[in-house]
């Protein structure tokens, strides 16, 4: 095949989402130190300025997954630049949290739109330069949706599986999906999350918010801990390199021990996993 081919010769051509923080900037500049041409999906034109100056390998392209224009213009700067993309890294993220009660509808439709509809968008955009390609959605733990108060990035995360499960099954150019489901990762995405949730909470009247404020308030510190507690970068990183290199990549990886036994949860009957579920949540009320 023609990608095993290219990646013999270390030169994949390799585009990713979400590239100005966390994983999706520790993947580019690693893929970008190992010969591979990168296209870096930024939003920010110092973001563009900074990883360009890190390597010549690295070509920063403005792209707003929840925008289609933005997608519409990033496909025709990589078109220009290229006939094809041998890998399709969909990273980019949010996490909007809170119970279900409250949380504001136009905040899940957000958590949809760059989780979920951005990446499928995307493909369908970027299709005539997949050919013969890999598709790694960096997914989570969390589309095991055993995860009270973060259902909505739960949600966007199992949809995002679903229908690129179906895609797998039903593209006609040959296109391999790989779901990676990594553990709590230390990334700048749950400061973000915690702000946003903050901000939104204040919000919720009173008669409301106090159902719900002991459980907030421990759930905002231990979200601010998977920055020191949660799993580094480089593991996941790591990971992914591992799976470009495969001959013949599974369609799911778990990275971590918490992704394993989330797996391991989902699979229970759902009286027994709801029990063990409001058994740990008493801890945080």
Partial sequence: MLIIRIMKENKLKVLITGSSSGIGREIAIRLAKEGYKVFAGIRRKIDKEELE????????????????????????????????????????????????????????????????????????????????????????????????????YCASKRALDILFNSFALENKDNIKVISVKP????????????????????????????????????????????????????????????????????SSYNIGKQAVFAEILSKLPSEILFKILRFALKRYN
């Fill in 183 to 250: 553990s709590s990762v230390k990334t700048p995405i749950w400061n973000k999350s915690v702000k946003r949730a903050k901000e939104y909470f204040d919000t919720v009247p009173e008669t409301q918010k106090e159902k719900y404020t002991s459980q907030f308030v421990s759930l905002q510190k231990q979200a601010l801990e998977n920055n020191t507690s949660a799993i580094d970068t480089f593991v996941v990183v790591d990971k992914i390199v591992k799976i470009l290199k495969k001959k013949n990549p599974k």
């Fill in 53 to 152: 100056s890190l390597s010549e390998n690295i070509k920063g392209v403005y792209l707003d997954i929840a925008n289609v224009s933005s997608i519409e213009k990033a496909f025709w700067y990589v078109a220009k630049n290229t006939d094809k993309i041998d890998v399709l890294i969909n990273n980019a993220g949010i996490a909007n949290a809170g119970p279900v009660e409250l949380l504001d509808i136009k905040k899940i439709k957000e958590q949809f739109d760059v989780n979920t509809f951005g990446a499928v968008a995307l493909v369908q955009k970027f299709m005539p330069l997949l050919h013969n390609s890999r598709i790694i959605n960096i997914s989570s733990m969390a589309s095991y949706g055993i995860f009270p108060y973060v259902s909505a």
